[in-house]
């Protein structure tokens, strides 16, 4: 009821309103005769109104995709082709050579030279081994213009054990030597005039050195302490001398501000005596001890390593009551300047040496026990060179150096005491001794390595020195050219070759006179003469055959082409010498 009288009275109100328009038009005053134009009309464009969506296609067929079907029609075909089997190419293998953990060899040959050595090595375990050297060379000498003996002996005893654990890798080793020479170099021109014959070859010029050893190294594979190596040696002879050395080297990585230093730790003590010196018998007492430390930084940039450092040395003169410092430098870098084919290196490092009785007589066994033992202070040695490859089989080296040396041992011979009779059968001018000097060398090295494959190798290297000393006349006994060529040649799998050829220059020697041929020398020391040691050849050469994989055969010739030749002042060698042999390999 209420929504209808809501009906009717919307209806008479709508009615109303348009009666009231209807009289508001008939009143407009609007003149319909004259239109006045006040302005001009000036049309206006809108924007068009752009789609911002694409458009949607709704097409079932669109999404659909066809399905297509394929049929083979297949028919058979007579064939009566049979394929072959496939067989694999047969390639020809080498036979494998059987390896064996010892050796055994035996030699005989000329002046009664007998060469043995045997080689043992056993695994006692995983990691775990124990090896042992023995090996004797002796000859009887009998060497033609010596008026002594001039026989020799050299047997020697090594025994080693290694243990391989996951961090660290350890080895204790030991070992004996006996050596036995003769002071067989008299001068000529006394035999038979100053010294009568029938004394001569009663002299008994023998002498013999003793030495052993124990030591050991140990390797850790992780920390800062990555290795160290002892050695205690006892050497002497029978003379009455004795000496002591006591060594041991540690390696430490120090980190420094995120950078490591390369650090090693030298300890070496040294202590000797004799029982004269060589003109009186006064004994002669020696010792020295120091303490090294090197540490190294390595800078790595592209191609070129550089190795900065120095050595820090303490030197403790026992017998003259002395402490010493030394700086030395320890500098080395390499630049890579064509890859492996051409590489720049350079070095100038020093150091102080540690000399002993032990390495005089090693290199010259004709030394007297009348040593008066110092170290040689080594300044600098400067090095500068290049090295390579030119092929996979060629690689070179060539360098130049030049070092500084005070109180450098230099081989001298003994001169006979004036105005007294000689008393040690070492005292005729038939031993050498050592004179120190200060001693400027410039050198220069080439080396050549030839390494075709397994079955041909070859080495040659030659060396030039120029020396200049302050005190000495000369650099006595050292060479200005020296050079060396080493082969091996595997000719077939039964025959093998090999030769080594050592070529030494002229050396300076000092020689002296007896007071009869310069009675009116007024000194102590007889007067004195440089004479020049001439240079030598020495051409070795062997060859041999394998009967099987156990036994083989050798020849070897020592001293082919020279004959002899004085390697020290009035010390000829044996001349052409032949030595055969054979060698047994077997395991336990």
């Not at 550089?306 to 003259?320: H, K, M, Q, S, W």
């Amino acid at each position: 009821m209420f929504n209808r009288k809501k009906q009717i009275i919307l209806l008479i109100a709508s009615i109303v309103t348009t009666i009231m328009v209807a009289q508001e038009r008939e009143q407009d005053t609007l003149n319909p005769d004259v239109i006045n134009v006040i302005k001009p009309y000036t049309p206006s464009i809108s924007d068009a109104f752009k789609v911002k969506e694409s458009p949607t296609i709704d097409d079932d067929q669109t999404q659909t995709k066809k399905e297509i079907e394929y049929n083979i029609f297949s028919f058979p075909v007579a064939s009566t082709f049979t394929p072959a089997k496939g067989k694999a190419a047969v390639v020809d293998k080498a036979k494998k050579v059987k390896l064996y953990d010892n050796y055994a060899s035996l030699g005989f040959g000329s002046y009664t030279t007998i060469l043995g050595e045997v080689y043992l090595n056993h695994e006692l375990g995983r990691g775990e081994n124990i090896t042992a050297y023995v090996g004797h060379h002796s000859s009887s000498g009998n060497i033609d213009g010596n008026f002594v003996d001039d026989d020799f002996l050299d047997s020697k005893i090594d025994l080693s054990y290694t243990k391989r654990e996951r961090d660290l890798t350890w080895m204790l080793n030991g070992g004996f030597q006996l050596q036995k020479y003769n002071w067989y170099g008299f001068p000529t021109f006394l035999v038979g005039t100053e010294i009568p014959l029938e004394t001569v070859n009663g002299f008994d010029v023998g002498h013999n050195f003793t030495n052993a050893y124990i030591g050991g190294d140990i390797e850790f594979n992780d920390g800062i302490f990555k290795g160290a190596n002892v050695l205690f040696r006892r050497f002497g002879d029978n003379q009455g001398s004795g000496e002591n050395r006591f060594k041991i080297k540690g390696f430490v990585d120090v980190p420094v501000n995120n950078e490591t230093l390369n650090t090693e730790i030298k300890l070496d003590y040294l202590s000797g005596s004799f029982e004269r010196n060589y003109f009186n018998t006064n004994e002669l007492n020696y010792s020295n001890f120091q303490v090294a430390i090197s540490p190294t930084y390595q800078l790595k940039q592209d191609d070129l390593t550089v190795d900065l450092g120095a050595t820090v040395t303490f030197l403790n003169d026992g017998e003259a009551g002395e402490n010493k410092f030394y700086i030395y430098p320890n500098v080395s870098a390499t630049y890579r300047v064509l890859d492996e084919t051409v590489i720049a290196f350079g070095s100038i490092k020093g150091e102080l040496l540690q000399n002993s009785y032990y390495d005089y007589a090693t290199l010259n066994p004709f030394v007297s026990p009348t040593l008066f033992i110092v170290p040689t202070d080594q300044q600098y040695n400067a090095t500068v060179g290049i090295k390579g490859k030119l092929s996979n089989a060629l690689n070179y080296a060539v360098s130049a150096s030049y070092k500084s040396e005070k109180d450098k041992a230099l081989f001298q011979n003994n001169l006979m005491p004036y105005g007294f009779a000689s008393e040690e059968a070492y005292q005729y001018g038939n031993s050498f001794g050592v004179v120190y000097d200060d001693v400027s060398t410039f050198g220069f090295v080439g080396e050549l390595n030839v390494d075709i494959n397994r079955n041909f190798t070859l080495g040659v290297k030659g060396e030039y020195f120029s020396y200049n000393t302050k005190a000495q006349e000369e650099a006595w006994n050292l060479p200005e050219l020296k050079a060396s060529i080493f082969m091996d040649y595997q000719i077939t799998n039964q025959w093998f070759a090999g030769a080594n050829v050592f070529y030494t220059g002229e050396r300076k020697a000092l020689i002296g006179f007896n007071d009869v041929m310069n009675p009116d020398f007024p000194t102590f020391i007889n007067a004195t003469q440089t004479v020049v040691l001439g240079d030598y050849l020495d051409l070795n050469a062997h060859v041999g055959y394998h009967l099987n994989d156990r036994w083989s055969v050798f020849l070897k010739g020592n001293n082919l082409v020279e004959g002899t030749y004085n390697k020290w002042l009035n010390t000829r060698v044996q001349s052409f010498q032949a030595l055969a042999g054979a060698t047994y390999k077997f395991d336990f």
